[in-house]
């Protein structure tokens, strides 16, 4: 079987220090640049890692839903993978958003958690569904039925996201900060820089995960196909994976 | 009739009678359906343990909450809690029977449109939603609910269960449809099916709240619209997405 040189390493050579620079610079500019809040002090500083979180948690979550949608049409292996990806690292996005939200709330209520905060009880709710998804992978034993299920669960959940955040919403009065809404509510110029630099740091940081994942996935998938040609027999996987296999390219 | 017409006249019958008969899928539907209906009223299963489970849950709550009636918020919670609770007991039925004794394989062998399934089973778990709901609500009325309320109120309740029960039954039947091919199908089916149904149990409390209180509220529209929104997007992506759960 021939094995490709191109792993996904070369555009991860170029994300990977992209990323680092990026997430760097837009907490530099957060903590020595951007002015310190008025009303809230220095804790208000937490919007640069938080919203960042939560934007790129929804974008994540969207683009696995996407991905999904491009499996069930194509049937193509790689775009299972993508989904799962983009879903696994959103889930681990989703509790940086849900714990950093949690101490802001500390921070500027007093209370680890509060119920009439609409985003982040959406965010808890979409983070108990997303918890879903890897019993679901794991409880299926055929392969392409995993991914086939795997998928329409994707895309289920990505059309509920935007839903939940509708009647999350509009259940609870507005006590959030509109950072993005209401005509740049609440950000003055000079945080501005830093809190986008932030964002972008946050979704090159998602693609790095999601690209490294996948780069790792692959090698396993080649190593595996190496060791068969050389005569050596595949080890008996232990137990099964919530994990999408790919075929070796 | 001479001979060649005959022949010409029989032709068409007996060509028609070699290709399977194309079935539409309202009749598909219907047969699904019929079935279903006739297999709980024989050999009443899922309807008789969701309405036990019902009347139950409603004693738990008594003692639980300590309250002897119930009005407003407690009231809609308590209803919405024990409704959604129920609705997984036959949401968890759903699929079973038809993959142990064969009646998926033999639907996916039939020339029908595979939506006709689909429809048949969210109309299945509907019309037991609502069976239970004759039953249960009344009953929680009698038992827990303090404010009896009024004709108009009683009508916009059954107008915000309907708008609910859609959602279930819908919800219900993509994730039955999904878990009954996995191992752990009851547990998929709880954890999948709760937090889906969450949006829907948002609009359906807020929608009933001041239907429940003291006073003469009425439903707020704007959660009826909610409710609407909701069923009206799952029921696309259910038509859209459930092909791909029952392809093999």
């Given at each position: 079987?021939?094995?490709?040189?191109?792993?996904?390493?070369?555009r991860?050579?170029?994300?990977?220090?992209?990323?680092?620079v990026?997430?760097?610079?837009?907490?530099?500019l957060?903590?020595?640049?951007a002015?310190?809040?008025a009303?809230?002090?220095?804790?208000?500083?937490?919007?640069?890692i938080?919203?960042?979180?939560?934007?790129?948690?929804?974008i994540?979550f969207?683009?696995?839903?996407?991905?999904?949608?491009?499996?069930?049409?194509?049937?193509?292996?790689?775009?299972?993978?993508?989904?799962?990806?983009?879903?696994?690292?959103?889930?681990?996005?989703?509790?940086?958003?849900?714990?950093?939200?949690?101490?802001?709330?500390?921070a500027s209520?007093?209370?680890w958690?509060?119920?009439?905060?609409?985003?982040?009880?959406?965010?808890?709710?979409?983070?108990l569904?997303?918890?879903?998804?890897q019993p679901?992978?794991f409880?299926?034993?055929?392969?392409?039925r995993?991914?086939?299920?795997?998928?329409?669960?994707a895309?289920?959940?990505g059309?509920?996201?935007?839903l939940?955040?509708?009647?999350?919403?509009l259940a609870?009065?507005?006590?959030?900060?509109?950072?993005l809404?209401?005509?740049?509510?609440?950000?003055?110029?000079?945080?501005?820089?830093a809190f986008?630099?932030?964002i972008?740091?946050?979704?090159?940081l998602?693609?790095?995960l999601?690209?490294?994942?996948?780069?790792?996935?692959?090698?396993?998938a080649?190593?595996?196909?190496?060791?068969?040609?050389?005569?050596?027999?595949?080890p008996?996987r232990?137990g099964?994976?919530s994990?999408?296999?790919?075929?070796?390219q | 009739?001479?001979a060649?017409?005959?022949?010409?006249a029989?032709?068409?019958?007996?060509?028609?009678?070699?290709?399977p008969r194309?079935?539409?899928?309202l009749?598909a539907?219907?047969?699904?359906?019929?079935?279903?209906?006739?297999?709980?009223?024989r050999?009443?299963?899922?309807?008789?343990?969701?309405?036990?489970f019902?009347?139950?849950?409603?004693?738990?709550?008594h003692?639980?909450?300590?309250r002897?009636?119930?009005?407003?918020g407690?009231a809609?919670?308590?209803?919405?809690?024990?409704l959604?609770?129920?609705?997984?007991?036959g949401i968890g039925?759903?699929?079973?029977?038809?993959?142990?004794?064969g009646?998926?394989d033999g639907?996916?062998?039939?020339?029908?449109d595979?939506?006709?399934?689909?429809?048949?089973?969210?109309?299945?778990?509907?019309?037991?939603?609502?069976?239970?709901?004759?039953?249960?609500?009344?009953?929680?009325a009698?038992?827990l609910?303090?404010?009896t309320p009024?004709?108009?109120?009683?009508?916009?309740?059954?107008?915000v269960?309907?708008?609910a029960d859609?959602g279930?039954?819908?919800?219900?039947?993509l994730?039955a449809?999904m878990?009954?091919?996995?191992?752990a199908?009851?547990?998929i089916?709880?954890?999948?099916?709760?937090?889906?149904?969450?949006?829907l149990i948002?609009?359906?409390?807020?929608?009933?709240?001041?239907?429940?209180?003291?006073?003469?509220?009425?439903?707020?529209?704007?959660w009826?619209?909610?409710?609407?929104?909701?069923?009206?997007?799952?029921?696309?992506l259910?038509?859209?997405?459930?092909d791909?759960?029952v392809?093999?």
């Amino acid at each position: 079987m021939p094995t490709s040189k191109r792993l996904y390493g070369n555009r991860l050579a170029i994300l990977a220090p992209l990323a680092t620079v990026v997430v760097l610079a837009s907490l530099a500019l957060a903590f020595f640049q951007a002015p310190i809040e008025a009303d809230q002090g220095f804790s208000q500083k937490i919007i640069y890692i938080h919203v960042p979180l939560a934007i790129t948690t929804l974008i994540g979550f969207i683009y696995g839903g996407i991905c999904a949608i491009q499996y069930l049409r194509s049937g193509n292996p790689r775009d299972d993978l993508r989904s799962y990806t983009a879903i696994h690292q959103s889930l681990i996005f989703c509790i940086g958003a849900l714990l950093t939200g949690m101490i802001w709330a500390k921070a500027s209520w007093g209370q680890w958690w509060v119920w009439d905060e609409p985003t982040l009880v959406s965010f808890l709710i979409v983070f108990l569904l997303y918890c879903t998804y890897q019993p679901l992978r794991f409880s299926i034993e055929d392969p392409e039925r995993q991914s086939r299920y795997a998928a329409v669960f994707a895309v289920v959940a990505g059309a509920f996201v935007p839903l939940n955040f509708i009647a999350v919403r509009l259940a609870d009065p507005l006590i959030h900060p509109r950072v993005l809404g209401t005509a740049e509510g609440g950000l003055t110029n000079g945080m501005k820089p830093a809190f986008y630099l932030g964002i972008l740091g946050a979704l090159l940081l998602f693609f790095t995960l999601c690209r490294y994942e996948m780069a790792n996935k692959h090698t396993r998938a080649q190593l595996k196909a190496l060791k068969r040609r050389f005569g050596q027999d595949a080890p008996a996987r232990a137990g099964r994976s919530s994990a999408p296999e790919v075929p070796a390219q | 009739m001479s001979a060649p017409e005959q022949a010409r006249a029989t032709v068409p019958r007996s060509s028609q009678a070699s290709v399977p008969r194309q079935v539409g899928t309202l009749a598909a539907t219907r047969a699904v359906l019929g079935k279903e209906l006739r297999l709980e009223r024989r050999a009443p299963q899922t309807l008789v343990a969701m309405a036990i489970f019902s009347a139950t849950a409603f004693v738990i709550f008594h003692f639980a909450l300590q309250r002897d009636t119930l009005e407003g918020g407690l009231a809609a919670g308590v209803l919405w809690v024990t409704l959604t609770l129920a609705a997984l007991l036959g949401i968890g039925r759903s699929f079973v029977a038809d993959r142990d004794e064969g009646g998926l394989d033999g639907f996916l062998l039939a020339p029908v449109d595979r939506t006709a399934l689909l429809a048949a089973k969210v109309l299945t778990l509907l019309v037991f939603l609502v069976a239970i709901e004759l039953v249960a609500v009344p009953l929680f009325a009698l038992l827990l609910l303090e404010p009896t309320p009024s004709a108009g109120q009683w009508l916009q309740l059954a107008a915000v269960l309907a708008l609910a029960d859609i959602g279930i039954a819908v919800i219900g039947t993509l994730v039955a449809a999904m878990a009954v091919r996995t191992r752990a199908r009851d547990l998929i089916t709880s954890i999948l099916v709760l937090p889906l149904c969450i949006p829907l149990i948002i609009g359906a409390s807020q929608a009933s709240e001041p239907l429940l209180s003291a006073g003469t509220g009425g439903a707020p529209a704007r959660w009826l619209a909610v409710l609407a929104l909701y069923d009206l997007i799952f029921g696309l992506l259910a038509w859209a997405l459930f092909d791909y759960l029952v392809e093999d």
